[in-house]
């Protein structure tokens, strides 16, 4: 990685890091066969729509494996999912249980539309905030998120996932869903610990501080619903599973 600010450090340094960013389990169904369930392309890519700081990918998440026209220079798209658990004009709650995506100040958000990359009302988020809100008599974790302007109306359950950015001098804007399409999935939880650049999309930018992240996902596979990431029924729509409580995604979709 370039460094812009380079130096020399005659010693040993030691950096250490803690913190919580979810936790572990096993989503793909253990099928019986004689090939390997999991195929992958050629080449990886570097993930275009990162977290904006430490956070986590589970396995089973699904996303979006984009190239150009020639089917070269390719690039991530990551399905970030949030399930509301409570709304209330700017402030909505979701969930938080270590098994689920975590929002940052900036994320542009929507309610799932009814295509995937549909288009719909995004907002900004402009707080987040980890706290804990009870309903009847349960008890849920939750992100409390403020939000540049309403989403109107939001029941428990409603998923919101992550939409292109909004102009910096608006609070709300009609946006596209982020991801365009699903044809890949991750194969197994990625811990993404540091900060990503912020200058990502600058093409030909090499001049950057931070991280940028480069994987290479499986381009199909059978998942255990319940353990994946809050599915909106846009992605629900895509499932080729036969087997009640399956989802799955083909390498050749």
């Known amino acids: 990685m370039y460094n812009p600010n380079p130096g020399v450090f005659r010693g040993t340094q030691l950096i250490q890091k803690r913190g919580s960013i979810g936790g572990y389990k096993k989503v793909f169904v253990p099928l019986q066969g004689v090939k390997n369930e999991l195929f992958f392309p050629p080449f990886g890519g570097v993930i275009a729509n990162p977290f904006r700081g430490p956070a986590k990918l589970f396995a089973g998440d699904l996303a979006e494996y984009r190239t150009d026209a020639t089917g070269k220079n390719p690039k991530y798209f990551i399905l970030k ?3 509301v658990v409570s709304g209330s004009g700017t402030t909505v709650n979701i969930l938080r249980d270590g098994y689920k995506h975590i929002p940052f100040v900036g994320d542009s958000i929507m309610v799932a539309p009814e295509v995937i990359g549909g288009n719909g009302t995004a907002v900004r988020v402009t707080a ?3 706290t804990t809100v009870t309903i009847s008599t349960t008890t849920y974790q939750v992100w409390a998120l403020t939000l540049s302007a309403t989403l109107g109306s939001l029941d428990a359950g409603t998923i919101l996932v992550e939409a292109e950015d909004i102009a910096a001098a608006e609070n709300s804007e009609t946006k596209p869903m982020m991801v365009k399409t699903i044809n890949s999935v991750c194969d197994c939880d990625y811990d993404m610990l540091e900060t990503p650049s912020t200058t990502f999309g600058q093409e030909g930018d090499n001049n950057f501080d931070d991280a940028r992240y480069f994987v ?3 381009l199909g596979g059978v998942m255990y619903i319940e353990k994946m990431s809050p599915l909106p029924q846009c992605v629900l729509n895509l499932n080729r ?7 799955k995604l083909d390498y050749y979709d």
């Open 241 to 247: 599973s036969r087997v009640n409580g399956w989802f």
């Open 81 to 83: 999912t949030f399930k």
């Open 216 to 218: 290479s996902l499986a």
């Open 128 to 130: 987040v905030t980890p």
